[in-house]
Structures are given as C-alpha cells and as structure tokens.
C-alpha cells in the first residue's frame, strides 16, 4: 500500500532549538496539509499545498513557524525557535483532488511527536 | 465557517455488538464530503469510510456504514460485529473539493470483551 512517510518519529529538543519535520507524499498526490494535535485543541490545520504552490498557511505562526514544499517529493515544516507549547503530534497529510471530481480522502502520515522542554 | 461536532466524547461497546458514533456539522456549501477516520494507540490516523453530499445512498465498507441526512446535516458511523481491534479514537471530518479537513473533537470507543 501507498504511505505517507514522516521523519521523525519522535523529536525531543530544548527550548530555542530548531525543529524540521519531513513528509513524503504519495507519489501521484497533488494536495499536502500539514496538521497538529494536542489534547486541548485537537486536529488544527497548519498549512496546505496544491501542486506545491501554499494554498493557505493562515493557522500557522507566522513569527516561528515555516511550511515549504521544495519538491513533489518533499515537504518540510520547521520550527524555529522552538517553544514548550509547540508540544504535540504534527501529521503530514496528501490527497489527489481532481478538478469537478473532488476528494477522494487524504492519507495521512504516523506523525511526528514534538516535545519541547 | 463550517464546524463540526461529536457529542459523544466517549463510547462503549460489547465485542460482536452494533455501536453508533454521533457527528453533526454546519455548512453553507452544497456540495462537499463527509469522512470517518480512525486513529488508534498507534497515532495513525486511518481512513474509514467516505461520503459525497451529492449521493444519497449510504456509504459502507464491510462492517462499517453511515446514516447521511444531509438536510438534518447528520452523519453518523454505525460499526457492526464490533472487534476488540475497533478500540480507537473515532474523528468525523467535512471538506470540499480541494480545501480543508475540518474535524470533530473525536469520540474515544471501547470495545469491552
């Protein structure tokens, strides 16, 4: 089967530190999201990519936070500096949406666990 | 903005019984999807079932279906014969062709023997 694959797994870094997380779409895909999950607030999207152009990134602090797509191959999300409550699970997601077609559901990555301490 | 709700932060069903999770979203939009995932222990969030507004027949995949009312804007997960292997977080998610997932707050099932 087709997988979603995200690096790391687990990340614990220090408070200031720099964070990159990767997600590989589903070859073939043409839509990325990036969410994140915590208890408090659950599944709140970050950012997303259509052929890689970012399509909205308004969830997103803008001062810290940074969501690219290098390639079709590639999306990255980094955070710097890094503060604790940047503590959570962050989910990389790919779907293809055909025009007048529509969605036929998003497959997502095992995420990545950011803890900052 | 379209919102999404389950109301049932927490269920419990007997193994090889039939449980039914809630979910209830607003929208504006007449044509848009409708989906189930699943996310268990593990983290990963799996997909269950699929539905388009437009289509009035009920999706299901094995022993999972749904009830779609889309004027009352009701979406319920009905899981059959239940499996010590359905414990999970259940999450419902509304989109439209080509933007966002928006997510329910999830409802946590258990599966008791």
């Known amino acids: 089967d087709a997988r979603v694959t995200q690096t790391p797994r687990d990340k614990v870094t220090e408070m200031g530190q720099e964070v990159t997380m990767r997600c590989q779409p589903i070859?073939?895909?043409?839509?990325v999201f990036w969410y994140r999950q915590t208890m408090m607030q659950g599944l709140e999207l970050l950012a997303y990519?259509?052929?890689?152009?970012?399509?909205?990134d308004s969830g997103m602090p803008k001062d810290r936070f940074s969501a690219e797509m290098p390639d079709a191959t590639l999306a990255t999300l980094k955070i710097q500096p890094s503060e604790p409550r940047d503590s959570a699970v962050y989910f990389c997601?790919?779907?293809?949406?055909?025009?007048?077609?529509?969605?036929?559901?998003?497959?997502f990555g095992s995420g990545t666990r950011l803890t900052v301490v | 903005a379209q919102t999404v709700t389950q109301s049932q932060p927490e269920m419990s069903v007997q193994e090889a019984e039939t449980v039914t999770l809630s979910c209830t979203y607003d929208t504006s939009e007449s044509d848009y999807y409708l989906f189930w995932y699943k996310q268990p222990p593990s983290r990963q969030m799996i997909l269950v079932i699929r539905q388009e507004a437009y289509k009035q027949q009920n999706a299901t995949e094995n022993r999972f279906s749904v009830n779609f009312q889309k004027a009352a804007k009701s979406f319920s997960l009905k899981i059959s014969d239940s499996q010590l292997g359905d414990a999970a977080m259940y999450f419902c998610a509304y989109g439209t062709s080509g933007s966002r997932l928006t997510f329910g707050e999830g409802t946590q099932l258990t599966v008791n023997p």
């Open positions: 997601a790919s779907g293809l949406v055909l025009h007048r077609q529509g969605v036929y559901g998003y497959t």
């Open positions: 990519f259509r052929n890689r152009a970012p399509l909205d």
């Open positions: 070859l073939g895909h043409n839509t």
